[in-house]
């Protein structure tokens, strides 16, 4: 493919007009220049006006792509951040249960302080990475934050719809649920 034919191309793709070959043979490199600058800052002409239309909206459709893109790989992160979380969030349960186990049985010795002291070094580190607690007790039943095992009687002092006990605790990271609780909601009067 020779010089000429690759301009031709070029030319064609874009769908810019075809420059006379007669009018480019005998410009001096001053002249392209001058046709080139009276091109750029010459008056509109309508193919000027076309690739200024279709540069800014190419140029608009690669911010919009930039900003898509951002949001996906945030997105992503966060998925992925979301997810070692959430598997750290078993092992917490685990040793909470033990603890509660041990506290039962009347055990107070080394072990279980020790445990204790793992268990809140896990929820600490939770904490720096924006991870807290929901308090669920109490509240009324929210389908974005808790998941109901059991309805029940309401106990007395309990409002009807609201949670009466937590079986396995929610968490929450930047104002969303992480991990809902599951819970026991008190029977609405029918």
């Known amino acids: 493919m020779n010089a000429d034919t690759s301009s031709r191309t070029q030319h064609d793709d874009l769908g810019l007009p075809e420059p006379a070959p007669d009018d480019l043979a005998n410009e001096t490199p001053a002249e392209a220049k001058a046709r080139a600058a009276e091109g750029i800052e ?26 898509r893109a951002q949001r996906e790989t945030d997105e992503a ?74 309805e029940v009687e309401a106990p007395e002092g309990a409002r009807p719809g609201s949670v009466v006990q937590v079986v396995r605790k929610g968490y929450a990271r930047d104002g969303r649920a992480l991990r809902p609780a599951r819970v026991v909601v008190a029977k609405s009067e029918s």
Do not use: C
């Not at 010459?42 to 076309?50: C, F, H, I, L, V």
């Not at 009347?106 to 302080?113: I, K, Q, Y």
């Not at 002291?117 to 991870?131: E, F, I, N, S, Y």
């Open 42 to 67: 010459g008056e509109d002409t309508p193919a000027a006006k076309s690739y200024r239309d279709r540069w800014l909206r190419t140029e608009a459709d690669f911010q919009n792509f930039r900003r």
């Open 77 to 150: 992160r966060r998925s992925g951040e979301e997810r070692v979380l959430l598997a750290v969030l078993e092992p917490l349960d685990d040793l909470e249960r033990a603890i509660s186990a041990a506290r039962e049985a009347g055990t107070e010795d080394a072990w279980v302080r020790g445990v204790e002291l793992v268990a809140q070094r896990m929820r600490d580190q939770l904490a720096r990475h924006g991870v807290t607690e929901m308090d669920a007790i109490g509240r009324p039943f929210d389908p974005e934050v808790h998941e109901a095992l059991l």
